[in-house]
C-alpha cells in the first residue's frame, strides 16, 4: 500500500501485551532513517504530519486482491471510499508503530490465520455431520478477514482504523484471539476427517 521503506522483517515471538514492535533495534533504525527522509504532509484531519502516499499507492487498494478484498468487506451501504480510507488509516497505522512496511504486515497477519480447511454439514444414514472440505485462496482470506474484523470490533481503540490496525499487530505478534479461532477448526476438521468419503477407482475399470 504504501513506499516500502525496507525489506521483509519480523519475529513471530509472543510480545509483551500492548507492545506493538516485533523488529530489532538495528532494524528500528535502519527504518527510521528512512523513514526521515520520506515527504510528510499534514493531516487536514488530525493536524499530525503524517508521511504522504503517492497516487500510485492509493491504486493498490482496488488493484491488489488481497487489499480489494479487505477493502470490500469492510465496505458498508456501499460506501467504499469510506472503507479505503478506514484502511488507509489502519495501513498508516501500523507503519507509525512498526516502522514497517504496512503492506507486507497486512499480508503475513492475514496468511497466519488462513484456515486451508472447513467443514460442512453432511448426512450418514439418519445423522448428521461434519465434512471437512478444501477451501480455495479467495475462501480461506475471506474466513480470515471475517475473524479479523469480529475481533477488530472488539478492541478497546476509539477509531476503526486503529482498531484494525492494533488486531493485525497482535495477529503477527502471536497475541490475538484469532489465532485459537483457527486452532479450534483445525482441530474440528481432524475430529471429523473419517466423514470424508473417498471413491477409489476399481482396478481393471476402463
Not at 512498526?98 to 472447513?118: E, F, N, R
Not at 470490533?153 to 490475538?176: C, D, P, W, Y
Amino acid at each position: 500500500m504504501l513506499r516500502s521503506l525496507v525489506g521483509r522483517a519480523f519475529s513471530l515471538a509472543a510480545v509483551a501485551p500492548g507492545v506493538r514492535a516485533y523488529v530489532t533495534r538495528g532494524q528500528r533504525n535502519a527504518m527510521q532513517k528512512a523513514l526521515d527522509k520520506a515527504e510528510m504532509v499534514l493531516n487536514p484531519r488530525t493536524q499530525v504530519p503524517e508521511p504522504s502516499i503517492l497516487p500510485a499507492d492509493r491504486q493498490r487498494l482496488r488493484l491488489d486482491l488481497l487489499l480489494s478484498q479487505l477493502v470490500n468487506m469492510v465496505m458498508r451501504d456501499g460506501k467504499k471510499q469510506r472503507a479505503e480510507r478506514l484502511v488507509q488509516d489502519a495501513l498508516l497505522d501500523i507503519r507509525a508503530h512498526t516502522q514497517s512496511d504496512p503492506y507486507v504486515v497486512v499480508s503475513d497477519a492475514i496468511s497466519l490465520v488462513c484456515p486451508m480447511m472447513d467443514t460442512k454439514r453432511g448426512r450418514q444414514g439418519s445423522k448428521t455431520v461434519q465434512v471437512p472440505r478444501a477451501l480455495n485462496l479467495r475462501q480461506r482470506r475471506r474466513r480470515a478477514i471475517v475473524w479479523l474484523l469480529d475481533a477488530a470490533k472488539r478492541r478497546n481503540e476509539r477509531e476503526f482504523g486503529m482498531r484494525l490496525s492494533g488486531e493485525l499487530q497482535a495477529i503477527v505478534n502471536g497475541t490475538s484471539g484469532v489465532l485459537e479461532k483457527k486452532l479450534a477448526l483445525h482441530k474440528t476438521v481432524l475430529a471429523n476427517r473419517s466423514n470424508i468419503r473417498t471413491t477409489l477407482p476399481r482396478m481393471g475399470a476402463r
